[in-house]
């Protein structure tokens, strides 16, 4: 079969990576966006050499005929329910009832196959679509990150400059956290994209630190040593943001509230990956912890 990669998400952040990825790679990519999607980013899309098709995603006859003659559909739709778990089965069923071979959901996050149901609202939506899509007849690959590199550079109690403080759950001071940039991440998944055959789960991490390795980085990097600092139980960390949830159902209705952050910190803590996929593809290089701290 002739390479087309349809990327859906191909105007936000990582979408159009992937799709700059693919284009050097002279790969045909086919990019579907919504009617109201911003024009300067279908511009700046179709500069790059992606053929754009603006359209209503509810419209199951355009969301066939936009996977005509596709090889592998990458989701890179950022949402709630009404995306991760509504729209994405829109374009898996017409991704089935066009006859594409494979399928790589929005999933880009810790590896949440290992955590219970309940911790992480964004992730319980991607478990939620993973049912439908274990039971379609094509071939899905998940593409496990970690977090994303940059979250190191917002000072989240993982790594706050400001503070010089490292914070760690449990007993977890050595538990290595997985890190992957934006740019690493969207150059894996373009080559799992243009595979014939990929397993059901592929892990990778730019890095991987644990909260003592960011203590000793502190002091090579920032110039000065930062204190770890035990935040307690990882049950208590849980009970936490459960509160904090139910206090807050205002953020429900928002992608990242202040309680769905505090999950993917709780996420980091609670797994991390035993083994990686990096060296699958040999000409791909990973961004050192020194470049993202
Ligand atoms: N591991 C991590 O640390 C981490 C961090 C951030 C993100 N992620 C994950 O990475 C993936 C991509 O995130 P991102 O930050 O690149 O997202 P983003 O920049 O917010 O882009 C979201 C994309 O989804 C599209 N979209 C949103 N709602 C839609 C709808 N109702 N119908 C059709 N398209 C819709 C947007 O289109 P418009 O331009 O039309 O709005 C845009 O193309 C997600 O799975 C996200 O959870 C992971």
Same mark, same amino acid.
């Given at each position: 079969m002739q390479k087309l990669i349809l990327v859906a998400g191909a105007t936000g952040n990582l979408g159009r990576k992937i799709c700059r990825e693919l284009i050097h790679k002279n790969i045909p990519v086919r990019a579907i966006v919504r009617e109201e999607s911003e024009q300067d980013k279908i511009d700046s899309l179709e500069k790059m050499g992606v053929d754009v098709f603006q359209l209503n995603f509810s419209n199951e006859q355009e969301l066939i005929g936009a996977c005509a003659g596709v090889s592998c559909v990458i989701s890179v739709l950022a949402g709630l329910q009404e995306v991760i778990v509504d729209t994405q089965t829109k374009l898996l069923n017409a991704a089935v009832a066009a006859g594409v071979p494979r399928f790589i959901p929005s999933d880009f996050s810790?590896? +949440?196959?290992l955590m219970p149901k309940g911790e992480n609202r964004n992730f319980d939506l991607r478990m939620e679509f993973h049912e439908k899509l274990d039971k379609s007849p094509i071939q899905a690959t998940s593409i496990f990150n970690g977090a +994303? !590199?940059?979250?190191?550079? *917002?000072?989240?109690p993982v790594f706050n400059v400001p503070q010089k403080t490292v914070a760690y759950y @449990?007993?977890? !001071?050595d538990w290595k956290i997985d890190f992957t940039t934006m740019d690493d991440t969207a150059a894996f998944t373009a080559e799992v994209a243009i595979e014939v055959n990929t397993p059901r789960y592929l892990r990778i991490a730019s890095f991987q630190v644990s909260p003592n390795d960011l203590v000793h980085l502190s002091e090579q990097e920032k110039g000065s040593k930062f204190k770890l600092v035990d935040m307690g139980s990882m049950e208590g960390f849980s009970a936490y943001n459960k509160m904090q949830r139910a206090a807050h159902?205002? @953020?429900?209705?928002?992608? *990242?509230p202040k309680w769905q952050q505090s999950q993917y910190v709780y996420s980091m803590f609670a797994a991390h990956h035993m083994?990686?996929?990096?060296?699958?593809?040999?000409?791909l290089s990973w961004s050192p912890v020194e470049a993202n701290i």
């Open positions: 810790t590896d +949440f196959t +994303f !590199a940059d979250i190191l550079r *917002y000072n989240t @449990g007993d977890k !001071a159902p205002e @953020g429900e209705d928002e992608l *990242y083994r990686l996929d990096n060296d699958r593809y040999k000409e």
